[in-house]
């Protein structure tokens, strides 16, 4: 079975730093997703993970440690256009399974 | 660009109703998803497919099936809708690092 935690909401100012944690527990790690969903919309793509280490893109980067079952996202110099939900996705064999998501509040 | 196309964006059924759900990737992806989305449940893995004519269980199969005839359509079928189907219907397809979603079809049934 697979377990995949996030939290449910958090809110962050204009221009800060944010970083949205998710852990797991899988079988058959194959890798994990990063994805954006506005209110809506359908998720887009934001990231992949399946080394350790660290993943930038742009304003966006992502963490991920296989032996603690733990990535995270981090938003830099945040725009109020980043307010959405952030899933977190983990690939188990073929399986791409998604935990209920991190709805962020960007304030001015 | 990658193409995920669901069939309708909006769709109302009534109880009882044979719903088809309808989507088609350009990207010769093997793989391919059907997830329902509903507030406070995130998205649920109904059914997916590997590979032509193979298909696979997700979390919650009951009361679904599909069909995988050629690899570019993933077909998801309510054989007999119910007023619990009411959701947003999300597919996807993905092959190694890539995975993308179509736009959604939100279901009613009435």
């Known amino acids: 079975g697979q377990n995949i935690d996030q939290p449910t909401e958090m809110t962050a100012t204009e221009g800060a730093i944010v970083q949205i944690n998710c852990t797991y527990q899988t079988s058959g790690f194959n890798g994990l997703f990063w994805y954006q969903q506005h209110a809506g919309e359908a998720p887009t793509f934001l990231s992949y993970?399946?080394?350790?280490g660290l993943e930038e893109k742009g304003r966006f980067s992502s963490f991920l440690s296989r032996s603690k079952g733990y990535s995270y996202l981090l938003l830099k110099e945040l725009q109020m256009k980043d307010s959405a939900s952030y899933l977190c996705a983990v690939v188990e064999g073929d399986k791409l399974i998604f935990g209920t998501g991190t709805r962020l509040q960007v304030f001015p | 660009d990658v193409k995920v196309t669901q069939s309708s964006r909006y769709l109302v059924k009534r109880t009882g109703e044979k719903v088809f759900l309808e989507c088609v990737q350009d990207?010769?992806?093997?793989?391919m998803f059907w997830y329902r989305q509903d507030p406070g449940l995130g998205l649920r893995l109904i059914y997916f497919?590997?590979?032509?004519?193979?298909?696979e269980k997700g979390d919650i199969p009951e009361g679904y099936s599909v069909s995988r005839e050629k690899k570019e359509r993933f077909s998801l079928i309510l054989e007999s809708a119910s007023t619990n189907q009411t959701s947003m219907y999300l597919c996807?397809?993905?092959?190694?690092?890539?995975?993308?979603f179509g736009q959604g079809t939100r279901l009613t049934v009435v």
């Open positions: 497919s590997y590979d032509v004519k193979m298909k």
């Open positions: 993970n399946v080394l350790d």
């Open positions: 990207m010769d992806h093997e793989n």
């Open positions: 996807a397809s993905s092959l190694a690092r890539e995975a993308f």
